[in-house]
């Protein structure tokens, strides 16, 4: 039987070989050459500020279903620039998660932070893709690729101009993202071969991710206490959806999470 994660995948696939048909890879590199260059969004990360808070437009998962409307995902993106995001995420994944890249177009169109893909990448096209469409940075999931496709695509991000967010769920995972010299490194909490959530991840997998390497917490942020208790733990951000699109003033949440990283990562310098 196959896991969430493969059943999402599958899909991917059958909706990105529609789209090889219709604009070639050649096509797609043309188009990325002629868009502004990436933003950095390691050096937005590693900006001397507290805990930074990736904020996600997010319109459902496949753990819960439809979470919210989001009829203008430009007016939502300027609500969190507003409530000091650092790193705007967009969901393009269209089938489990209702994203597109007209979302993550229109998202790029209105904000100066960096803009990150947030999708399930398996090839060489989504990276150019993702560029093309005005992406800065990338995600790729170390439990869907290879080691020798995640280095793969870890240089084609580099060749792109952008960075890659590499997600990890485990101690095998940290390792083999390490390995390929992962510079931003998610841990998340929830499992997407089964969707739990393990809220415990984040504090023992960050131990093994080196200093320097940008750590960001994903999943089980739904308050305040929980963006402090990661900044506690080491995080130097977290990536915060549901929380944000439920709620009636996401800017002013923002703020709240953004004070609270900011307490959490006070209490981790005066223990050590």
């Known amino acids: ?26 096509e ?7 868009v502004p260059p990436a933003i950095d969004a390691l050096a937005a990360l590693k900006a001397a500020q507290g805990v930074h808070v990736i904020a996600e437009v997010k319109r459902a998962s496949p753990s819960k279903g439809k979470l919210a409307t989001i009829t203008d995902p430009a ?6 620039a507003a409530g000091g995001a650092s ?11 209702g994203g597109s890249l007209a979302d993550l177009a229109s998202v790029r169109a209105v904000v100066d932070v960096p803009v990150l893909r947030k999708d399930f990448i398996v090839e060489d ?3 150019w893709e ?9 995600l790729l999931i170390v439990a869907a690729l290879s080691d020798d496709d995640l280095a793969h695509l870890l240089a084609t991000v580099a060749e792109a101009g952008m960075h890659a967010l590499v997600e990890v769920h485990d101690e095998a995972e940290v390792a083999r993202a390490v390995a ?12 997407l071969r089964t969707l739990d959530v393990d809220r415990t991840t984040f504090a023992r997998l960050a ?5 320097g390497v940008v750590t960001i917490a994903e999943s089980g942020v739904r308050s305040a206490d929980d963006v402090s208790d990661y900044a506690s733990q080491g995080a130097d951000a977290v990536l915060v959806g549901e929380a944000l699109v439920i709620g009636d003033d996401p800017a002013q949440t923002l703020k709240q999470f953004l004070a609270a990283g900011e307490r959490g990562a006070t209490n981790k310098r005066g223990l050590s």
């Open 1 to 26: 039987m196959s896991t969430v994660l493969e059943q999402i995948i599958d899909g991917v696939k059958i909706d990105l070989a529609q789209r090889q048909r219709d604009t070639s890879l050649g």
């Open 28 to 34: 797609l590199q043309e188009m990325a050459a002629r």
């Open 75 to 80: 007016s939502l993106a300027s609500a969190y």
């Open 87 to 97: 790193v705007i995420s967009v969901l393009t994944e269209e089938r489990r998660f």
């Open 125 to 127: 096209y989504q990276i």
């Open 130 to 138: 993702a560029r093309a469409w005005g992406a800065d940075l990338i």
């Open 180 to 191: 390929v010299g992962a510079r931003i490194i998610g841990v998340n909490a929830r499992d």
């Open 207 to 211: 131990s093994g991710i080196p200093d």
